[in-house]
């Protein structure tokens, strides 16, 4: 099956990101015909420029995203729109919540009307789990930027398909906590963990990709897609890191410390991927689920292979994480 990006004109907003980069990643491979990358981090545009040198076809723009009249000039002619732009961190966004509102919201909402106005196909918007029953900024803004995605998909008179993607962490990319404790490894720790209990989901970059281009597939308009993803206890995680990258830098794994210093403001001890009131609207197929647009009626004859989920709202209670032993396997294809 040809690829949905194979000669279209694809725009990512927050393109010098980890999962910016891996879209235009994915584009180029896939047969992209020009692919717009649009960022506010200058040294990050340049940078990334000099990697990507011999292809021809990438457009470097630098702008805020918040600034309407530049995000509907660069929509222009575009035919999907990936808007990963954002502020992602947890504890930044708690400090500066109206940065963050404007950013994650009033962004979002730019790039839903300039694409509007420009006609574009589908603009498919990066969402979170932490927008699921948010307790702190970043979440709350991440689920507002959802609901004007899906508003956006019922009240537009234009035949642009807008739908949002829901991730847990990714793996290797410059918002996830793997970096900062790789340094801590290198360093000989202590690794620091907020609480034993924590929980999160994880998927690869590539499993993020993936998601992103089948929701641009099957969209139809409004809905969010949420991976199907294991679920890690960081506890687990860090001692597997420990394991896999400790003797890397001369260290053994019972070596290196571990330091609880206490949930962050703005932080849970698990995140879920969907809501329990979610769960009993959705679609779900073998791989992701589906939030209808306004919790609207789904038809699963629109979206093949998908069903309504037997487990509804005891989902997440059936959801065990993977063992330290499974982790270390994950971490070896990483690392």
Do not use: W
Not at 12 to 32: C, E, K, M
Not at 169 to 193: A, C, D, M, W, Y
């Amino acid at each position: 099956m040809q690829s949905i990006l194979n000669k279209k004109n694809i725009l990512v907003t927050g393109g010098t990101g980890s999962i910016g980069q891996a879209l235009v990643q994915r584009a180029i491979s896939d047969g992209a015909k020009h692919i717009k990358v649009f960022s506010n981090d200058e040294n990050a545009l340049y940078e990334m420029e000099l990697d990507f040198s011999k292809h021809k076809n990438i457009e470097y723009i630098i702008g805020d995203i918040r600034d309407f009249d530049k995000i509907n000039s660069i929509v222009k002619n575009c035919d999907i729109i990936f808007h990963a732009a954002a502020l992602k961190h947890v504890d930044r966004c708690e400090l500066y919540p109206l940065e963050t509102m404007t950013v994650n919201i009033i962004g979002t909402n730019n790039v839903a009307k300039a694409a509007v106005n420009a006609n574009v196909s589908k603009v498919i918007s990066i969402s979170t789990d932490k927008a699921v029953n948010p307790i702190g900024v970043m979440g709350a803004t991440k689920l507002l930027a959802e609901k004007l995605i899906a508003a956006e998909a019922y009240h537009s008179k234009s035949k642009t398909v807008f739908s949002s993607v829901r991730f847990g962490n990714v793996f290797h990319t410059r918002g996830s906590i793997l970096p900062k404790i790789e340094k801590q490894i290198q360093n000989g720790g202590p690794l620091t963990l907020t609480d034993e209990r924590m929980k999160r989901f994880f998927m690869t970059k590539e499993d993020a990709v993936d998601l992103i281009l089948n929701a641009a597939y099957t969209a139809k308009g409004g809905e969010t897609f949420i991976l199907k993803m294991p679920m890690l206890n960081l506890k687990d995680l860090f001692e597997a890191m420990k394991i896999v990258i400790g003797p890397k830098h001369g260290y053994s794994s019972t070596k290196i410390k571990t330091k609880i210093t206490g949930i962050r403001p703005g932080e849970k001890l698990t995140e879920y991927l969907l809501t329990n009131f979610e769960m009993e609207h959705c679609l779900e197929t073998k791989n992701f689920f589906i939030i209808p647009k306004m919790f609207e009626s789904l038809d699963p004859k629109k979206y093949p292979g998908s069903k309504k989920p037997k487990n509804t709202t005891k989902y997440f209670e059936t959801v065990k994480p993977i063992s330290q032993e499974q982790i270390v396997k994950l971490l070896k294809k990483i690392y």
